[in-house]
């Protein structure tokens, strides 16, 4: 125990090791409408894929039904869908972007 600047006394324990956070997998979800070009350009402006590995996993969506995007720490992945799923309603396109935790 110890006091912080105002006197006020102040419980730690330690701990063994810090905890890892946990993590969470992005996922982009297949439809009919969205076209393969938008959700190319989707994966290499929020997710930094390049052309070939960006065309590989809209494939990959377009005939599993879902498809990676990317594992993030629950912030970052809350941060990317929500960009993905504006950037898709300011286009009118009915694209769906999820998160999982692994
Ligand atoms: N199935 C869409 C089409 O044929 C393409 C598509 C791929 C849509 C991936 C969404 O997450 C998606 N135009």
Redesign the pocket.
């Known amino acids: 125990t110890r006091r912080d600047g105002s006197g006020t006394a102040v419980i730690t324990r330690t701990r063994a090791q810090t905890k890892r956070p946990s993590l969470y997998r992005v996922l982009?979800?297949?439809?009919?409408?969205?076209?393969?070009e938008?959700?190319v350009h989707?994966l290499q402006r929020f997710f930094n894929k390049n052309t070939d590995e960006a065309n590989r996993i809209?494939?990959h969506?377009?005939h599993h039904g879902?498809?990676e995007c990317g594992v993030f720490t629950y912030e970052v992945a809350e941060t990317k869908v929500t960009q993905v799923m504006d950037f898709a309603r300011k286009h009118q396109?009915p694209?769906?972007?999820v998160m999982e935790k692994k």
């Open positions: 982009l979800l297949n439809d009919d409408y969205t076209p393969m938008f959700v989707v809209m494939l969506v377009h879902v498809g396109h694209l769906q972007c």
